[in-house]
């Protein structure tokens, strides 16, 4: 429940990032010695990831702001249907298991609300490293001796489908070269986690990345980057609410689409090592942005901008590249009052004064973040369904946001008949 139309102030601590810890997480499996985290945000998503790899065989402790990992002996390389549907994200254990013993089974994830996501790429990238892989009941049934190095062009640039194939060819027999490689920030994470256990790879934060692969990785600590999406997100509450806000332990190189956008969209920003501050320099003036991989603007930060852009001074168009259904939010942030027309894979945004508060449901992540926004904006109350979705990829928020003077708390839902 959310009380609207207040400026958030203040100063908020930004987590470990989820999209780099999922991956790094999985990397565990590639050796037998120990792997130690440190800032890992505490997510249901990572605790998914976290039961996932312990009923393969790791063994797992908390520590306090981190993890201690270890996989001696892995003993069952199997994803079983009911958590990979709960996380797609689960596809990640798909190369490392092939990598380390030849053998794995783990579900298809199928569709999710923001579209169909297949792991087509992830397949013939593995296959074409030797592996024998069959669709059987569902699951991904694949088999190999040992993983082979080879030239792999992906054709369609995939975040995930990057890391898999990178952690299988750190110990493949030979050279793997990723053409057409995933850029994010998370993969170039993974790849320093990876080099950190003794990988050979070159290139990761390019479009091609070079791995020669090794006959077994050793114990490594790692650091996972702060979270980039969570950051943006608080950037455009803030910014959406005319706030003046201060984000800690970020990574300002990681934002820089993101940044240039609530600049066009009159906010001023200050750089002080990884902080970043926030202020708006006059009214909302909202801004048009596009989805591309990185380093341009990311899909994951466009509902977020979408409910600032409500709210802006004329009319503003985001176009969605990367998924065909990632415009859930836009019928929940109608029902405050928003006007926005979809045409294809393109929204229209005109600017209203205000939004009201009202009833509205969460359907993925990113949707359910920027409805939060847009409650804060709205005058009134605006209570939001389903959170647990948000409970997936940020941690605390309701927590942070309170810190920043957002008059918001977790309610149970109303019991049903
Ligand atoms: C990752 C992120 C997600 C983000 C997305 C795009 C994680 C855990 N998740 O998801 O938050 O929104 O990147 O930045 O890091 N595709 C294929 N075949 C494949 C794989 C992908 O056609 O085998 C297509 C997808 O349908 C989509 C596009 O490629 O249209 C990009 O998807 P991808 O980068 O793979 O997204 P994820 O890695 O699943």
């Known amino acids: 429940m959310i009380a609207g139309g207040r400026p958030l102030r203040g100063e908020v601590r930004i987590s470990g990032a989820k999209n780099a810890a999922l991956p790094i997480l999985c990397a565990s499996l590639l050796s037998a010695q120990a792997l ?6 505490e997510l249901k998503d990572v605790d998914t990831l976290v039961r996932l790899l312990q009923g393969m065989g790791v063994h797992a ?19 079983a249907y009911e958590l990979v549907k709960t996380m797609r994200a689960s596809i990640l254990v798909l190369g490392p298991l092939l990598a380390r013993c030849g053998q794995a089974r783990v579900s298809l994830p199928g569709g999710c609300a923001i579209g169909e996501r297949p792991v087509d790429l992830h397949i013939k990238g593995l296959e074409a490293m030797g592996a024998r892989i069959s669709i059987e009941h569902g699951y991904i049934v694949a088999q190999v001796d040992r993983l082979r190095g080879a030239r792999i062009f992906m ?24 053409e057409n490689a995933a850029r994010e920030p998370e993969v170039i994470d993974l790849a320093e986690c990876l080099i950190a256990m003794g990988a050979r790879i070159k290139g990761h934060g390019t479009d091609l990345i070079t791995i020669e ?78 989805t591309a991989p990185h380093p341009a603007f990311p899909t994951d930060m466009q509902a977020q901008f979408m409910a600032m852009n409500c709210v802006a001074e004329g009319t503003t168009v985001i176009t969605e590249t990367i998924f065909e259904n990632r415009f859930m939010h836009v019928q929940e942030l109608r029902r405050l009052g928003a006007n926005i027309e979809i045409e294809g894979n393109t929204a229209i945004i005109r600017g209203v004064p205000g939004l009201e508060g009202a009833d509205v449901m969460a359907t993925d992540l990113r949707a359910s973040a920027s409805l939060v926004i847009a409650g804060l904006i709205a005058q009134g109350e605006t209570r939001i369904e389903r959170i647990y979705h ?18 918001i708390r977790r309610v149970a839902a109303p019991a049903i008949g």
Not at 36 to 41: F, G, H, S, T, W
Not at 61 to 79: K, Y
Not at 157 to 172: D, W
């Open 36 to 41: 130690v985290l440190d800032n890992l945000p």
């Open 61 to 79: 402790e908390r520590q306090p702001g981190g993890i201690h990992l270890a996989c001696p002996d892995l003993h069952t390389p199997v994803a």
């Open 155 to 178: 054709d369609t640039i995939t975040v995930t489908g990057t890391e898999n194939l990178m952690m299988a060819a750190t110990l493949a027999d030979g050279i793997t070269l990723l």
């Open 213 to 290: 692969g090794v006959p077994a990785l050793h114990a490594a600590r790692h650091r996972v980057m702060p979270d980039r999406i969570e950051s943006g997100t608080f950037l455009v509450a803030a910014a959406a609410t005319q706030g003046d806000v201060t984000l800690r332990n970020t990574c300002p190189d990681a934002l820089l689409a993101v940044l240039d956008k609530l600049y066009e969209a009159n906010a001023s920003i200050d750089r002080n090592g990884d902080s970043l501050r926030i202020r708006m320099r006059g009214p909302n003036l909202g801004v048009s942005v596009r």
């Open 390 to 407: 948000l409970d997936r990829g940020y941690e605390h928020i309701e927590a942070k946001l309170m810190g920043l003077g957002a008059d």
